[in-house]
């Protein structure tokens, strides 16, 4: 085979000598996003018209701060940036169930704090998801103590309520992407553990223990949440495993705020 090395060495005499010019380097690439999530917040607290927020995050490279647009379907068929030059890779927004309808997010990132420096090109959308927040009748129990309580402290103004150890609670959900369990709290509050059915069996679910108990009666918290990044049909239950810091084992359920893919 015959050596090239003459002709490299000809090339780079008349490149030094002027002849083809400076070489030519590779542009540095500018910020960019290449995925936004949508993450539910846990400990969380949804409004008595069913508000709550979520956490928007950015995955990408070279970026210190964006911008933040949102389509609500209910609203317009446009995005409107809602947020500007905010740092970081990550926010949260306020979702309105009752009058958002499906929401879509986008950024713009920059390789600046405060939306300054190089402008990136615009992120891919984040999943289409419809906010709910729906009230304790999702809730269901073959529990034979099992009974729907009413109260003003409530979300949705009820909750099913458990009584006994080994008793447990199962949500009506959908093709969710984020699921979060609303729950009461009081001083009989006890000790429920969050299970998933994976094909076979129910199994724990990781962070999944949630503690009933508290001084005084409240039910607005989002005390659990559970998300992949894709729309999944989850089969939960809550197991009450031991009582709570005043002794007492019941647990209430009083609603699910979820980011849904369906309508």
């Not at 002709?7 to 030519?24: D, E, N």
């Not at 500018?30 to 008595?48: E, Q, R, Y």
């Not at 103590?145 to 003003?152: E, K, L, P, V």
Request: proline share 6%; aromatic share 12%.
């Amino acid at each position: 085979m015959k050596r090239r090395t003459p002709v490299i060495g000809a090339v780079a005499s008349l490149a030094l000598a002027g002849g083809f010019g400076a070489p030519v380097l590779a542009k540095p690439l500018g910020p960019a996003i290449t995925k936004v999530s949508i993450k539910m917040i846990v400990p969380n607290t949804v409004s008595t018209q069913g508000a709550y927020t979520m956490e928007v995050a950015m995955t990408g490279a070279g970026f210190a701060s964006f911008d933040l647009y949102e389509r609500t379907a209910n609203i317009s068929k446009k995005f409107a940036r809602i947020q500007s030059g905010h740092n970081g890779n990550s926010t949260t927004v306020l979702l309105q169930p009752d009058s958002d309808g499906q929401i879509t997010f986008y950024a713009v990132p920059y390789n600046g704090t405060d939306g300054t420096g190089t402008k990136g090109a615009n992120s891919p959308y984040s999943p289409s998801f419809y906010p709910y927040a729906v009230p304790s009748d999702y809730w269901d129990s073959p529990s034979s103590d099992a009974t729907t309580i009413s109260s003003h402290k409530y979300f949705s103004g009820s909750a099913l309520e458990t009584s006994d150890l080994g008793d447990y609670a199962y949500p009506d959900t959908c093709d969710d992407y984020n699921d979060g369990f609303i729950i009461g709290t009081g001083p009989e509050g006890g000790i429920g553990q969050v299970q998933l059915w994976n094909g076979s069996a129910y199994v724990n679910v990781p962070d999944g223990t949630i503690d009933f108990y508290s001084a005084r009666v409240s039910g607005f918290s989002i005390e659990f949440k559970y998300g992949t990044g894709i729309a999944t049909d989850n089969l939960f239950k809550v197991v009450e495993t031991g009582p709570g810091g005043g002794g007492g084992n019941d647990m209430w359920f009083t609603g699910i705020a979820v980011a849904s893919a369906c309508k």
